[in-house]
């Protein structure tokens, strides 16, 4: 999850990160949780919006010093990081988990929670997933794709340039082993309705980025942006991913407002170069 070196310390002394071999834009480090300071800052935010190929242009760098690069959008209701309520201690390390084991748990809480509010209220309905049905099993790979490393930074100047969806999107660096583990390295809470551990989140990344050629690209206080390097490309294929997102994040299904698994799976993921997951919070009321 951690690197065995935290190689953000040294950026405390060092803003610029000349000692890395980095050239960075003035930023803070970030130590702020839902417990208060941590002994460890979680990640260096920069303090003005990203620009067209900061991601890429510290590429060698940022690998050799082993920081991840992530775009974090402050521009939400809820603000920084620093006001994010970030998880950390008693976490989850993604590599002692499985992608079916932890798909297949939050697939069987859904299942036992719909089923008990369709107890209470019949007339209610349920999202498209077919929860009812036991957990199918993870889909198969993907073929070949696009190189994975250069369609995040494609996508990261996409998501900074003008006419962005996201608000205000900032370069942030986390020090995790791989892009899959940003969630846990920086105890991302973006999925606390759902799943309050974020070592969770990172083990299905892991497998989506072996799968699918997916990289985190973008965090927000209840958002995650993927870029897909090799996405399903028949239906058959994306409905079997479509469960997965479906136990990854069941509000997609809710937001999409698609009536069947396989209307989302055709309209949002087959294809798609961009998957978006965006968890129920306290700012949707």
């Known amino acids: 999850m951690l690197?065995?070196?935290?190689?953000?310390?040294?950026?405390?002394a060092d803003p610029s990160g000349a000692a890395l071999g980095l050239e960075l834009p003035p930023g803070k480090l970030v130590d702020e949780t839902y417990q208060?300071?941590?002994?460890?800052?979680?990640?260096?935010?920069?303090?003005?919006?990203?620009?067209?190929?900061?991601w890429s242009a510290q590429g060698p760098a940022l690998r050799a010093a082993d920081l991840v690069p992530v775009l974090v959008d402050v521009g939400g209701p809820a603000g920084?990081?620093?006001?994010?309520?970030?998880?950390?201690?008693?976490?989850?390390?993604?590599?002692?988990?499985?992608?079916?084991?932890?798909?297949?748990?939050?697939?069987?809480?859904?299942?036992?929670?719909r089923a008990r509010r369709e107890a209470e209220e019949p007339a209610s309905g349920g999202t498209a997933a077919p929860f009812d049905a036991p957990w199918p099993g993870l889909a198969p790979a993907a073929g070949p794709g696009d190189d994975p490393e250069a369609l995040a930074a494609r996508t990261a100047d996409t998501l900074a340039g003008e006419g962005s969806w996201l608000r205000d999107p900032r370069l942030a660096l986390v020090s995790a082993e791989c892009n899959a583990d940003i969630p846990a390295a920086c105890g991302w809470s973006g999925s606390l309705s759902h799943e309050d551990d974020p070592g969770a989140l990172s083990a299905v990344l892991r497998s989506w980025?072996?799968?699918f050629g997916t990289r985190v690209v973008a965090l927000g206080a209840d958002r995650l942006v993927l870029s897909v390097a090799a996405p399903p490309t028949t239906a058959a294929h994306?409905?079997?991913?479509?469960?997965?997102?479906?136990?990854?994040?069941?509000?997609?299904?809710?937001?999409?407002?698609?009536?069947?698994?396989?209307?989302?799976?055709?309209?949002?993921?087959l294809g798609r170069r961009t998957w978006v997951h965006h968890w129920h919070t306290w700012a949707d009321h």
């Open 238 to 269: 994306a409905e079997a991913v479509a469960a997965e997102h479906a136990a990854f994040c069941p509000d997609d299904l809710v937001r999409s407002g698609h009536t069947t698994l396989r209307d989302y799976a055709v309209h949002e993921i």
């Open 80 to 113: 920084g990081p620093e006001k994010w309520d970030l998880l950390c201690g008693n976490l989850s390390y993604p590599e002692d988990l499985g992608a079916d084991e932890v798909l297949g748990r939050l697939w069987g809480e859904v299942r036992e929670k």
């Open 3 to 12: 690197t065995d070196t935290n190689n953000l310390i040294p950026l405390a």
């Open 36 to 54: 208060g300071q941590w002994p460890y800052p979680l990640l260096w935010l920069a303090d003005t919006r990203a620009e067209r190929g900061q």
């Open 209 to 211: 980025g072996e799968r």
